[in-house]
């Protein structure tokens, strides 16, 4: 019996713990914010609710049910079960990932091994304890950086306490490394003249201070923990970065700035909103979520560039969600060296089959995923006056980008909706990194065979 027992566990994978501890996480965080003293009106919380917020939290999203927004609803508890869901929600895919092959890491089959190595970028596990250790402490200096700097802001809004200036810095810090959205303003995040004292009142240098540092925590934590070590401990020079690290620089940069540009297009030349307000949306609709105007004011093409960039997301292995920024280049690359009549390859690297296969795969899905969640959600809220084609459809790009912004529609949504959209910010997190570790045995199941079928060209299009 007990070697029946040590044979199940050993067939366990790591990347399948992964997913419970996450979902272990949004139960336990559930429960915590449905008691009495985790609300400011002494009362139970709809579970509901709870459910929504605990894993809008832990899949770093920042979409609220709750209309007073985490200040007007939760007390300091509760906000703390926020922040810590947070925070393990923007860290946890890797770290959680690798302190569970370091617990079992003489139990693991070889192939867990090489999965897990390709993952960091290593060529043995003991690199794994390295590279936790390194994320820790890039996590730890960004967060610090990010509470320093906001400190002087929070200290010069009226009505604020130390305490209470320290508290604001420590949970924004955190909440906009961890691309997460969520902060203790009120209900309308960084959009001024909407009711939020504290954005009304802070002075006006430090209203764009504020989303100036947010945006440079955003960039930070959408970066890829790979990329900022091969910057910062590995100090490697910009001839010997690896072609994951030139994609993620190249594709942040160029959709900050592609983003900006068509946004000042659409909806800055009409004066729909300011330069740096397009700049702060093309950098928060990269899966951060906050705010600094109404959603519902964007034009329909504002709407749609805006879906673009929270479908595509941050980089691999960051906190951020999406398709990923690596995805896109490897789709877009696809498409150039097809009309080239070229293979595909970029920075003097040809990419797998696999790479190829598992883009289009993910980008398909995605799609489907995209459709079935937009089309249960209208059909839900058909009798809402508030949840227009457009409002839906936008509400559905950013859950399943783990963004968080929308058009004033996740307050008015029903009991399915509600599900539906945790069930799009669970998979959005989850699916573009580790479930396709799970089924990473068949996607190259290839390797394993000792014969080929014979090739055969089929009429496309």
Known sequence: MKSERKTKAKQISPYLLVILSFVGVILLGSFLLTLPFAHRDGNWGNYMDALFHATSATCVTGLSTYSLGIEGELTFFGQIVMLIMIQIGGLGFITILTFFVSLIQKKIQFKDRYMLAQAVNSTSIADVTKFVRRVIVIV????ILGFALGLPVFLNVPGYSVPKAIWASIFTSISAFNNAGFDIFGGTSLIQGMGTIVVDTMPQWAYYYMQ???????????LSFLTIIELTFQRKKAKQLSSFTRITLLMTGSLIIFGFGILMLTDGISGNITPYQALF?????RTAGFASFDQSTLSPA?????????????????TAGGIKTTTIFVLILCFIRFLQ?????????????????KTMTLVFLSVVVLLVGFICIASFERGNAAATTDAVLYE????????????????????GSKIVICLLMFFGRLGPITLFQIFQTNIDNEKNTHYREIPTDVIIG
């Open 341 to 357: 009549g070229r293979k595909i390859s970029a920075f003097k690297r040809e990419f797998t089959n696999s790479s190829i296969i």
């Open 302 to 318: 504002g709407k749609t560039v805006s879906c673009v960039l929270m479908f595509i997301g941050g980089s691999p292995i960051s």
């Open 396 to 415: 559905t790009f950013s859950a399943f980008g783990t963004v968080g912004l929308s058009e004033n529609l996740t307050t008015t949504l029903s009991l």
């Open 281 to 285: 949306q093309s950098v928060t609709t």
């Open 212 to 222: 100036g540092y947010i945006m440079i925590l955003i960039v930070m934590g959408g």
């Open 140 to 143: 730890a200096t960004a967060e």
